[in-house]
């Protein structure tokens, strides 16, 4: 037998541990404001989810204590935060560095497939959509979040930067810059 | 001259990944059953293929539009649309695998570029001639069936170009008349784009082990720690008696960037990189590998070393065909 698997980061027991009492209802507030402006900033987002624009997916961080339902409610989603196993008809499973890491085009989803740090369940179709919708995205979730915090960006931007170097985990959109 | 890198975009952001990481060329699809990887969240709309252009175009790269599925009876208006709207995009050329839509294509477009699919399974001399001569195909992309001593032989009997895999997914040794998927599914990546549709997969994990099922079939089970390969037929599992085993392919992907001197000696034209299903990060990483292994081969300089396995299916790579060590 082979150990398919990639030396994705894990988030440590301990931590994950330490965020179980965290209040569930303002994380999915912001995450669903979050999502609204990205939905209006990158139209082709919910474009791209063709007939799965109404699915609910279920993404699931495994090294976390909570899970992320989506509704992307036909352009205007909705996200809450629950506990495991959270209800939806598709479940994208793997380490909380893996989905973000999806996100920012730092990982490649077939690879994460076969190495199976990466899990898919129920409409595998929506669920493809939605990788390929936010793969064409090109997000960058650090300078998201520091446009959103104003005069306080700089310094978000030094601290996300800082835990990226520190914990191996993508939390920006990594440099393009073409080899010639 | 340097041998060409023809790179996958599913995506306009792949597109720009592909072309930033030093791709010659980049091929592509309009979203619809008019080309083979007609996937949920894929491909581009007609505003982004010009889009899509306009940005190679700047930077120096061409872009190749497949229209490579076999028109269906009754609805060719579809396929005879997408090869005027890639012209009007300002393609550099189309990839066609039909003989009418080829036949309709020089007659109708007669100064666009076409390029024979791998779907049309041209694979000796005499039927590359007859496209190039009757229906004025430049390229053709030659079946993963050929070794590189056949390679030699057919560029030494025909002027048009050839082009060949290098690296991704392999497919069975039939390409464009495979009809597994279509008996698993009703959908076929020759009529509808689809191999092994994603809405007729599914996926069960029970404690580590993993069924994937097409078409209610379960076609393989891996377990806790394994790789896991596509889902598809010709890398399913069958059971014969008291033997188990891959019948039809084992899950590995194709790498022959070893072969790449052998390939530009055979006459090869361009390689080609098979996964418009890939993410941006899959493109960008393979294509600065080519471009890195062809520009070293201009040079005179040795090969870089790959570093590939992890993006392959099956996490393992074969050089397929080039070598048929299994004959």
């Known amino acids: ?180 | 001259m340097v041998m060409e890198i023809v790179c996958p975009a599913g995506t306009p952001a792949a597109l720009r990944a592909a072309v930033k990481a030093g791709a010659h060329t980049v091929y592509c699809g309009f979203a619809d059953e008019t080309n083979a990887r007609n996937f949920p969240g894929l491909n581009f709309s007609r505003e982004e293929m010009r889009e899509g252009v306009a940005f190679a175009h700047g930077h120096g790269a061409k872009v190749l539009v497949a229209i490579n599925t076999f028109p269906r009876a009754g609805g060719e208006a579809l396929w005879h649309r997408a090869v005027a709207d890639a012209e009007q995009a300002g393609a550099d050329a189309v990839i066609l695998a039909d003989l009418g839509l080829l036949a309709n294509t020089a007659r109708q477009h007669p100064g666009l570029r076409c390029h024979l699919s791998v779907q049309a399974a041209a694979a000796n001399a005499d039927m590359i001639n007859f496209y190039g001569r009757e229906l004025g195909v430049k390229r053709v992309v030659l079946p993963r069936v050929l070794s590189v001593p056949e390679i030699a032989a057919i560029n030494a009997e025909t002027e048009v170009e050839t082009e060949v895999f290098v690296f991704g997914g392999l497919c069975v040794m039939a390409e464009g008349r495979c009809a597994m998927s279509s008996w698993a599914t009703g959908k076929s990546p020759n009529m509808n784009g689809v191999c092994s549709p994603a809405s007729h997969v599914e996926y069960h994990d029970q404690g580590g082990v993993l069924d994937a099922r097409l078409g209610g079939y379960t076609i393989h089970r891996v377990g806790a720690g394994e790789s896991a390969p596509y889902p598809t037929l010709c890398k399913g599992v069958f059971r014969a008696g008291d033997a188990e085993g891959h019948l039809f392919e084992d899950a590995v992907s194709l790498n022959a960037e070893h072969l790449i001197p052998q390939l530009k000696k055979a006459g090869v034209t361009a390689l080609k990189i098979e996964g418009r299903q890939r993410s941006r990060a899959y493109v960008a990483q393979v294509v600065r590998n080519f471009r890195a292994a062809v520009d070293a081969l201009e040079a005179g300089q040795p090969m870089p070393e790959g570093m590939l396995a992890r993006l392959s299916e099956g996490q393992a790579t074969t050089t397929g065909a080039y070598k048929k060590t299994w004959r």
């Open chain 1, 1 to 180: 037998m082979t150990n398919a698997s990639t030396l994705i980061p894990r988030i440590p027991r301990a931590l994950s541990l330490a965020l179980r009492p965290l209040p569930l209802a303002p994380l999915s507030f912001a995450l669903t404001g979050y999502v609204r402006k990205s939905a209006a900033r990158h139209p082709s987002l919910i474009r791209r989810l063709g007939e799965h624009d109404r699915t609910h997916f279920v993404l699931d961080p495994t090294d976390l204590p909570f899970v992320i339902c989506l509704d992307p409610g036909a352009g205007s989603p909705r996200v809450r935060v629950t506990r495991r196993p959270g209800t939806g008809a598709a479940r994208i499973a793997g380490p909380l560095a893996a989905l973000i890491g999806l996100v920012h085009g730092a990982y490649d989803g077939d690879a994460l497939f076969f190495s199976r740090d990466l899990m898919i369940e129920g409409d595998t179709a929506a669920a493809l959509a939605l990788r390929n919708a936010v793969d064409d995205a090109e997000l960058d979730l650090a300078d998201d979040i520091a446009r959103m915090t104003g005069p306080f960006a700089a310094i978000l931007h030094s601290a996300l930067a800082f835990a990226e170097r520190r914990t191996g985990v993508s939390l920006s959109r990594p440099e393009e810059a073409g080899a010639w």
